[in-house]
């Protein structure tokens, strides 16, 4: 087995003194290094053992063929002892001796992170195993150790053959060209009868004659591999549960405030200047580790999930079974959801060709690395309003927001900067009232006194006094936000410890899934499309054994909390359709739904393929034909796409054209409207809030009704809006800061326009967010404003808010008594 294959890496060489000072003087900010054949001073040896104490970005260090001796390698070796990101470290040919080695092995008891060493060809001897013999009783991270072509003989061996009789952590270990004779070699194969982990060892190149201890070592290993097989089988056909330990990072704030730059500081990735405006949200999927405080971005492999939980499970399982060849003992199934819960079938079996082929000895290694991580989707919002209607669709309850404010402004336009920050924790409690909130100043070069940070912070705690949020304490400046330099990364180490520490204690992180919900996910995304209707996912849950469809119900909901698909109930219509890739949809989204300033279209491009007129129209009216649609987005899916936006109430067709029309609200331009003189009511959201997109959502629903009355065309803008209903309604809708007003053209509508309305915004509140409440007013005869959820008022506005409509022709519309208000959209 060759272990270096899981070990790929794109290494940054350094191969002279002065790329290696620059490495200094950068602090080791990237995560791998290759350092060789370098001349090293003792001062450069010094700094840089200093740094990799405290260091958390490096993850991999090849630092081998630098012949630095045993004293040098002494101040590296202690460096590992607090490190806590390292996880590979090659380190042969250093000529460190046995005092160099025992320092590694008193390293190792203590460090949690380390899966791969490789003390290869460094003078090491019997008495330097010493420390690492004790070392591997206690390890539980090391995976691989490689200790090929040093002075190791039969003493040697019998002290790792001991150690690794109560290890259940190794997995493959080198010991290559020593001078390991029978007795070692008996010791060997004596100890590994009461181990369980180690699947390869190799001992070629040994004067060994014994053969038979060859054979049984042989033997022993493969007993290892054929019972760690077997219980991957059993894990991936069981009915345990493994903790999911997955979650979503929301990033929201306004347009430029640095979102975008703050995490790619989290992700320890240089500063860019010239970074482009998010367009509609941007996914990154993230792995990190209680232990390690590091955050990468995650692999894309092959290995499906289901493998790598079904890892986990054999780690479990071994870690159980020190005593014992044969493993037992099944995972906790005490925690909800568990699948007898929901009637799953037994007797659906893995097919030896599929998912258990993928099972050896790396495998195990990379669960080893991997056992306590984290992985976790960074989903960026855009903060142009233009997008702000989009956000219902992907906030949700479990997950963790990040909201990110700049500092700068704030110091300079305190009252703004105060309501933006509102608006963000309002909508975040609107869509998740629970849910942890950190909040980040940027520009932490720019806002250094302690004076400044201090008024923000007392601003803050004011605004924070009239709502109870959840919101994370940066303790270790008693500040309610973590200040952060995204150009230098000032600050950004607090932001991810607290971070990961607030994940670790959330319920929804460590919620316990079954095998088989894991595996339905690998069968989804195995599929390769950006969608699949839900009567194909019911159809790959029946394959693997779940028949329970309000089983396959919870666990879609599971998966689009966390972000891993997309599954939206509310509609009818939309509960049938399962989207697999997120980051697909809202790029399609965006390529219409866009902040045009920002996000512009290129007019020559649609002057080029005969579309000039339609984007005059879209940017001008926010009318879209199905011509421009199909162009923009290449045919792909376009039928799809048109349906997902009408039923989530982003477009409505425009019946006022002769050609295929859609409106599309969120794009209005801001532009004053006439004035309407006559009775009016208020939709008044004061005591809670008024959730953003839902004035051109009731735009959207008004006009796709309009539309099919063979009305006047509405004349529609971002805050405002004319509508008629028919020849003889005609209403005007206005949206404020906390209300939206109606005021109807005559007294003889007004009863109609009120049932009407009431169901449009019940419609879209449900559509959107059960937890919105509004007051409902209507003018009396006087123009005063009187409540009418409270029944007693109603005497007061008998008229003419409750009375039948005089015109005939609206009872033909609808029958007020029996309003239906699906007659807006065919969902």
Same mark, same amino acid.
């Given at each position: 087995m060759d272990t270096e294959v899981l070990w790929s890496f794109n290494w940054n060489f350094v191969e002279d003194a002065e790329e290696f000072t620059r490495l200094l003087d950068e602090k080791i900010k990237k995560d791998v290094f290759f350092i060789s054949k370098t001349k090293l001073t003792e001062k450069e040896i010094d700094e840089f053992s200093a740094l990799l104490k405290e260091n958390t970005c490096l993850n991999a260090l090849h630092f081998s063929s630098n012949n630095i001796g045993p004293n040098y390698s002494l101040r590296l070796a202690s460096s590992l002892s607090t490190n806590c990101a390292l996880v590979y470290l090659s380190f042969s040919c250093n000529n460190?001796?046995?005092?160099?080695?025992?320092?590694f092995g008193e390293a190792l008891k203590v460090n949690k992170t380390l899966s791969y060493l490789s003390l290869g060809a460094n003078s090491i001897g019997n008495e330097g195993l010493q420390s690492i013999a004790e070392a591997l009783n206690e390890n539980q991270t090391l995976a691989t150790l490689k200790l090929y072509r040093n002075n190791i003989?039969?003493?040697?061996? #019998? &002290? /790792?053959?001991?150690?690794?009789?109560?290890n259940d952590a190794l997995v493959f270990l080198d010991l290559k060209h020593n001078q390991i004779g029978d007795a070692g070699a008996r010791a060997l194969a004596d100890y590994l009868q009461s181990n369980v982990c180690l699947c390869e060892l190799q001992i070629e190149d040994n004067p060994i004659v014994d053969v038979s201890s060859i054979d049984s070592i042989t033997n022993l290993l493969e007993r290892n591999h054929v019972t760690q097989k077997e219980a991957f089988i059993a894990a991936l056909n069981s009915i345990n549960v493994v903790p999911w330990r997955r979650y979503k990072l929301m990033v929201v704030g306004e347009a430029?405030?640095?979102?975008?730059?703050?995490i790619q500081a989290l992700l320890q990735q240089p500063f860019n200047d010239t970074w482009n405006s998010t367009v509609g949200a941007s996914l990154q999927q993230i792995e990190t580790s209680a232990s390690k405080q590091v955050w990468a971005e995650?692999?894309?492999?092959?290995?499906?999930?289901?493998?790598?939980?079904?890892?986990?499970?054999? $780690?479990?399982?071994?870690?159980? =079974?020190? =005593?014992?060849?044969? /493993? #037992?003992?099944?995972?906790? *199934?005490?925690?909800?959801?568990?699948?007898? !819960?929901?009637?799953?079938?037994?007797?659906?079996?893995?097919?030896?060709? *599929?998912?258990s082929s993928k099972f050896d000895a790396k495998l195990l290694i990379k669960a080893r690395s991997e056992r306590d991580n984290m992985v976790f989707s960074i989903w960026d919002y855009a903060g142009q309003q233009v997008f702000y209607t989009l956000h219902h669709l992907f906030l949700t309850k479990n997950g963790?927001?990040?909201?990110?404010?700049?500092?700068?402004?704030?110091?300079?336009?305190?009252?703004?900067?105060?309501?933006?920050?509102?608006?963000?924790?309002?909508?975040?409690? $609107?869509?998740?009232?629970?849910?942890?909130?950190?909040?980040?100043? *940027?520009? #932490?070069?720019?806002?250094?006194? =302690?004076?400044e940070k201090g008024s923000i912070n007392k601003a803050l705690s004011e605004l924070l006094k009239t709502n109870r949020r959840n919101i994370l304490q940066n303790t270790s400046e008693d500040l309610l936000f973590f200040p952060a330099d995204n150009r230098s990364r000032e600050g950004t180490d607090a932001i991810r410890v607290a971070l990961s520490e607030a994940a670790l204690n959330q319920d929804f992180v460590n919620q316990e899934v079954p095998f088989r919900w894991i595996r339905v996910l690998d069968k989804i995304l195995e599929a390769n499309q950006p969608w699949l209707s839900l009567s194909r996912v019911m159809s790959i849950a029946n394959e693997i054994g779940i028949t329970s469809a309000k089983e396959i119900m919870f666990m879609?909901?599971?998966? =689009?909390?966390?972000?891993? &698909? /997309?599954?939206?109930?509310?509609? +009818?219509t939309l509960k049938h359709v399962v989207v697999t890739d997120p980051q697909w949809l809202i790029s399609q989204l965006c390529k219409i739904i866009r902040d045009k300033k920002v996000h512009g279209f290129d007019k020559k491009e649609y002057e080029r393929v005969g579309l000039a007129e339609d984007l005059k129209l879209l940017t001008k009216d926010a009318i879209a034909s199905h011509d421009f649609l199909e162009y923009l987005?290449? @045919?792909? +899916?376009? @039928?799809?796409?048109?349906?997902?936006?009408? %039923? !989530?109430?982003?477009?409505?067709?425009?019946?006022?054209?002769?050609?295929?029309e859609y409106l599309i609200p969120s794009l209005l331009r801001a532009? +004053? /409207?006439?004035?309407?003189?006559?009775?009016?009511?208020?939709?008044?959201?004061?005591?809670?809030? &008024?959730? !953003?997109?839902?004035?051109?959502?009731?735009?959207?629903?008004?006009?796709?009704?309009?539309?099919?009355?063979?009305?006047?065309?509405?004349?529609?803008? %971002?805050?405002?809006?004319?509508?008629?209903?028919?020849?003889?309604?005609?209403?005007?809708?206005?949206?404020? +800061?906390s209300r939206i007003v109606i005021t109807v053209r005559d007294d003889s509508s007004a009863s109609f326009v009120l049932v009407v309305l009431r169901s449009i915004f019940r419609k879209v509140n449900d559509a959107m967010s059960e937890s919105t409440s509004w007051d409902l007013s209507v003018s009396d005869k006087s123009g005063q404003y009187v409540r009418i959820n409270d029944l007693e008022n109603r005497s007061r506005v008998l008229h003419p808010w409750f009375v039948k409509p005089e015109y005939p022709k609206l009872s033909k519309l609808h029958v007020l008594e029996r309003f239906d208000s699906s007659a807006f959209q065919q969902i």
């Open positions: 460190i001796g046995d005092r160099g080695s025992n320092a003989s039969d003493a040697g061996a #019998a &002290l /790792l053959a001991e150690a690794i009789s109560g430029r405030a640095g979102k975008t730059s703050t995650a692999k894309r492999e092959h290995v499906a999930f289901t493998a790598k939980f079904a890892a986990q499970h054999v $780690l479990h399982t071994l870690k159980s =079974s020190k =005593s014992s060849p044969a /493993l #037992a003992g099944p995972m906790k *199934t005490d925690k909800k959801p568990t699948p007898s !819960t929901f009637g799953i079938r037994d007797g659906i079996r893995v097919k030896e060709e *599929t998912i963790i927001y990040m909201l990110v404010f700049d500092m700068l402004q704030f110091v300079c336009t305190r009252t703004k900067s105060l309501k933006r920050i509102k608006f963000w924790l309002d909508s975040i409690d $609107l869509h998740a009232p629970n849910a942890v909130v950190l909040i980040v100043g *940027t520009f #932490a070069d720019r806002v250094r006194s =302690s004076t879609l909901n599971l998966f =689009s909390e966390f972000g891993a &698909l /997309l599954h939206f109930r509310k509609s +009818e987005w290449k @045919d792909s +899916e376009v @039928d799809f796409l048109i349906d997902l936006m009408r %039923q !989530t109430m982003l477009l409505s067709d425009w019946k006022f054209s002769n050609r295929t532009h +004053e /409207l006439e004035e309407l003189n006559g009775p009016s009511m208020c939709f008044d959201f004061s005591k809670g809030i &008024l959730p !953003t997109g839902l004035y051109s959502r009731v735009v959207c629903l008004c006009a796709s009704y309009s539309g099919r009355l063979d009305s006047e065309m509405p004349r529609l803008s %971002q805050q405002s809006s004319l509508f008629w209903f028919g020849k003889h309604v005609c209403f005007k809708m206005h949206e404020g +800061e």
